[in-house]
């Protein structure tokens, strides 16, 4: 049997797709339908909403036809439980260099306070101020307070001076130093499992030593810090001043004081002040203040509550990491093993738009919004029109932060006060608003107005007592000074030039 | 041996692919379709001048540009960023500065001049000792329509509207405000009898006061 060859077969128009547009494939073998929003992509079309002209009723809003693209996406939320912190990215973000995309995933830090490293995200480095904290007894509310010989009163427990009480019996004093001789160590750890570092700075110490009441003031002595875990013997700690009462000397009166300074750049877990003799001849020595200042990296949420988050993608070696971390700083401190090349902030939520990937919706049909439901809280609504699974819908919130799973376009905002709607916006598409130069009323004259399309007003005049032009919807806002009465509709002032401003 | 179809649909002519890959079909003719690349019809659909996305924004001394595109007539052709570009501003003086975006090196740049070679300008920026302290706009065209050019706002009393570029109304009714929200420099609208005009606070006597200002 002979057989029939048709050429013209080899080419030939696919079976149709809704909103399909023909186009020639990419290998050039046949023909195939790209989208239309496809085609919208190529060739730029802009975001603005045409049309969807909005009017309002009885609590419905009704929403006319037109075409709009739908493209703002939720990019991430972000929460905070105890000293947890988690962060869903559902889209993709870009960090602040524009070098790197931090992609959709869930990343936590099981614990603020804790510095991140190659198994958990956590705390960066950020070199923040330490004060120690003002201690209410020996252990709280951090670090802890000792002594090798602490006075048998709980009265003058080594706590006592770091409350940051400067007058009183609210001192440290010693045991009877003939019982138990010098030296006595005043101590005080950063934090109660050796976990914190500070580098000091500086060192402030102020005396107790009243006289007849058998108490002195440290003469000579050291003040000192230990980095090992639990520092056991004098070998342990490492001086970095010593007032020999030579060449740096303590005052020697009641309630003086003096600062004393340190360029280390080491990093402690525990002072001391080292006590090597005292100012008279007395049985105890005293301290009414022993402060430390300094830095420190850890995060100790007590010195300094606020903290900010970053999203961070870092090079260490040949390879690149991304970890999420807690700061103090405005940009991310990384240790020193760690390049930081992209840095995104992270805020409770953020919007993105994706606008390489809109959605056109062509509205043939007039919506009708039903918003009786939200009229019971005050606020400034937006209505969204949003798209998934191939359904179209409206989200209504208080807020910008939009759905997870979902792409977005505003259309319009209404205000909810005292259980009715007294304005919304757009009323009309940006052509037609533009056209009417947003200001869509106006009498211009000695006495006259501008009245905007969000519903805020302009009046002005020079009459005494004026009866403004168009009445408020509200008390106004913005008032001629000296006014007095303002309602609505009138005010009571002299006859003089006068404005008033508001919805 | 020939063979004759009578079967109207079959007499469309498509014309050879060869080099037309991504083009859009269009009927030549009742009986003839052919192709057109993009540039071809860019100019008959693209909305003109309108920048969508590339807004502007900072981060410490980080200008960011967002992603987005704009059409451009000359070359008609879509300039597309599909990621944000950053600049970093270090040591300007004091002005107002304008970022365009140049075609000959496709990069990002800010001027206190208009700059001579071809340019599209994307917004400005204010450097005032060592600070960004405004930037313009920082959203795009629909997205600031959208928002009524208000960005934020307090009504009460005492209270403040804040539009996009930074313009700042503040209001309310007592002696010597603290403004609700600091303004960025010393206002330029005052009520009469004010003194003392700082960026936070001024010093009038009780009543009816206004400022308004960047």
């Not at chain 1, 007849?212 to 070998?235: C, E, M, N, R």
């Not at chain 1, 006259?448 to 007003?457: A, E, L, P, T, V």
């Amino acid at each position: 049997m002979n057989k029939v060859k048709f050429n013209r077969f080899e080419k030939y128009i696919p079976d149709a797709i809704d909103n399909g547009i023909l186009t020639v494939s990419n290998d050039e073998t046949c023909l195939e339908y790209s989208t239309l929003n496809d085609f919208n992509k190529k060739c730029g079309r802009n975001n603005l909403t045409n049309g969807f002209d909005i009017s309002f009723n009885e609590n419905i809003f009704t929403i006319g036809k037109g075409q709009t693209f739908l493209h703002s996406k939720l990019g991430y939320e972000f929460n905070t439980e105890n000293t947890t912190a988690t962060l869903n990215v559902y889209n993709d973000i870009w960090g602040v260099n524009s070098i790197y995309k931090f992609e959709k995933n869930t990343y936590i830090i099981n614990d603020i306070n804790e510095h991140y490293n190659d198994e958990q995200n956590g705390c960066d480095y950020s070199v923040m101020v330490y004060n120690q904290p003002t201690m209410a007894s020996n252990t709280s509310p951090y670090g802890v307070a000792s002594s090798n010989s602490p006075h048998a009163s709980a009265n003058w427990s080594p706590w006592k001076a770091f409350n940051r009480v400067a007058t009183g019996d609210n001192c440290f004093a010693s045991a009877d130093v003939a019982g138990a001789p010098f030296p006595v160590n005043l101590v005080y750890s950063v934090s109660a499992d050796g976990s914190k570092w500070v580098k000091p700075k500086s060192f402030y110490i102020q005396n107790r030593n009243v006289t007849g009441a058998g108490i002195a003031s440290p003469l000579v002595f050291t003040i000192q810090g230990s980095k090992v875990l639990h520092p056991y013997d004098d070998l342990d700690w490492v001086t970095l001043v010593n007032v020999d009462n030579v060449n740096l000397k303590q005052p020697t009166g009641q309630a003086q004081s003096n600062t004393y300074t340190t360029d280390t750049s080491e990093y402690f877990r525990h002072f001391r002040l080292h006590i090597i003799s005292k100012s008279t001849a007395v049985n105890y020595v005293a301290v009414q203040q022993f402060n430390i200042v300094g830095e420190i990296k850890d995060n100790i949420a007590l010195l300094n509550p606020a903290h900010n988050y970053f999203l961070v993608y870092a090079k260490k070696g040949e390879e690149y990491k991304t970890i999420f971390v807690s700061s103090k700083n405005n940009i991310p401190q990384l240790d020193s093993s760690l390049e930081l090349i992209d840095y995104c902030p992270i805020y409770s939520y953020k919007n993105i738009n994706d606008y390489n990937n809109m959605i056109l919706y062509n509205k043939t049909n007039v919506d009708k919004i039903d918003i009786s439901d939200y009229l019971t809280t005050n606020g400034l609504y937006k209505v969204y029109l949003t798209y998934s699974d191939n359904e179209y819908s409206y989200y209504i919130s208080l807020n910008d932060k939009l759905p997870n799973d979902k792409v977005c376009k505003k259309i319009f905002e209404f205000k909810v006060l005292n259980n009715i709607v007294y304005d919304y916006y757009p009323k009309k598409s940006l052509n037609d608003s533009y056209l009417n130069r947003f200001i869509i009323a106006e009498q211009l004259g000695t006495t006259g107005y501008r009245i905007y399309s969000d519903g805020w007003k302009e009046q002005w005049g020079n009459l005494a007592n004026p009866v403004f032009p168009i009445a408020f919807d509200e008390i106004p806002l913005i008032v001629e000074r000296g006014a007095t009465n303002v309602t609505k509709t009138g005010m009571t002032i002299a006859s003089g030039n006068w404005f008033a401003k508001g919805y | 041996m020939s063979i004759k179809v009578d079967n109207n649909r079959l007499e469309v002519l498509l014309n050879e692919y060869n080099n037309h890959a991504n083009e859009l079909a269009y009927f030549l003719s009742p009986t003839e379709i052919s192709y057109k690349n993009n540039e071809e019809i860019i100019n008959n659909v693209s909305n003109l001048n309108v920048l969508v996305g590339l807004e502007l924004s900072t981060y410490l001394n980080i200008i960011i540009i967002s992603n987005g595109y704009f059409y451009d007539s000359e070359l008609n052709k879509i300039i597309n960023f599909e990621k944000p570009n950053s600049i970093k501003i270090e040591n300007l003086e004091n002005g107002k500065y304008g970022i365009y975006y140049i075609f000959s090196n496709e990069s990002f740049i800010y001027s206190l001049n208009e700059p001579e070679e071809k340019y599209r300008k994307i917004g400005e920026f204010e450097y005032k000792d060592s600070n960004i302290i405004k930037i313009y706009p920082k959203q795009d065209l629909a997205t600031s329509y959208e928002n009524r050019f208000i960005i934020a706002e307090q009504l009460g009393t005492t209270g403040y509207r804040i539009y996009s570029d930074g313009w700042k109304e503040q209001w309310g009714v007592s002696a010597n405000p603290t403004f609700p929200v600091a303004f960025d420099e010393i206002p330029l609208i005052v009520t009469n009898g004010a003194t003392n005009i700082t960026l936070t606070n001024m010093t009038i006597a009780d009543g009816y006061w206004y400022a308004c200002g960047y």
